[in-house]
C-alpha cells in the first residue's frame, strides 16, 4: 500500500498550486483521506480532510477559502487545489488515509493509517 504525494514546487505569493496524491495497492474509496503540513520544529497539521464519501470535509482554519480538497475514487487519487498561496502556506505537505471512515473526515494525524512522502510548497514574497 502505497500513497505518493507530488505536485508541490516553488510558487510566487498570491500563486497558486494543485497537489496529487495516488494511492496504489489497494482502494481507497472507502477512505477518509488528508492533507497535512509540517514546518521544521512544529507538529504536524491538518490542512485539509475529506471523508470516504466525499461529502465530508474540514479544513484549517487558515486555508478556508482558499484550499480545495477533492478525490477522483476512479484514480484513486486525492488533490489539494491551493489558491492565493501565502509565505507562511511553506511547508511540506503530507497525505494521508485513514480506513473506515465513510461518512466523516479526520482531522488528527494519529487517527491516519497509511502516509505518503511529503512534497515541498515554498511560497516566495
Known amino acids: 500500500v502505497q500513497l505518493q504525494a507530488y505536485g508541490g514546487g516553488l510558487v510566487q505569493a498570491g500563486g497558486s498550486l494543485r497537489l496529487s496524491c495516488a494511492a496504489s495497492g489497494r482502494s481507497f474509496s472507502m477512505y477518509a483521506m488528508g492533507w497535512f503540513r509540517q514546518t521544521p520544529g512544529k507538529e504536524r497539521d491538518v490542512v485539509a480532510a475529506?471523508?470516504?464519501?466525499?461529502?465530508?470535509?474540514v479544513y484549517a482554519d487558515s486555508v478556508k477559502g482558499r484550499f480545495t480538497i477533492f478525490r477522483d475514487k476512479a484514480k484513486n487519487a486525492v488533490y489539494l487545489q491551493m489558491n492565493s498561496l501565502k509565505p507562511e502556506d511553506t511547508a511540506v505537505y503530507y497525505c494521508?488515509?485513514?480506513?473506515?471512515?465513510?461518512?466523516?473526515?479526520?482531522?488528527?494525524?494519529?487517527?491516519?493509517?497509511?502516509w505518503g512522502q511529503g512534497t515541498l510548497v515554498t511560497v516566495s514574497s
Open positions: 475529506i471523508s470516504g464519501s466525499g461529502s465530508g470535509t
Open positions: 494521508a488515509a485513514k480506513g473506515y471512515s465513510y461518512y466523516s473526515p479526520a482531522s488528527a494525524p494519529y487517527e491516519y493509517d497509511y
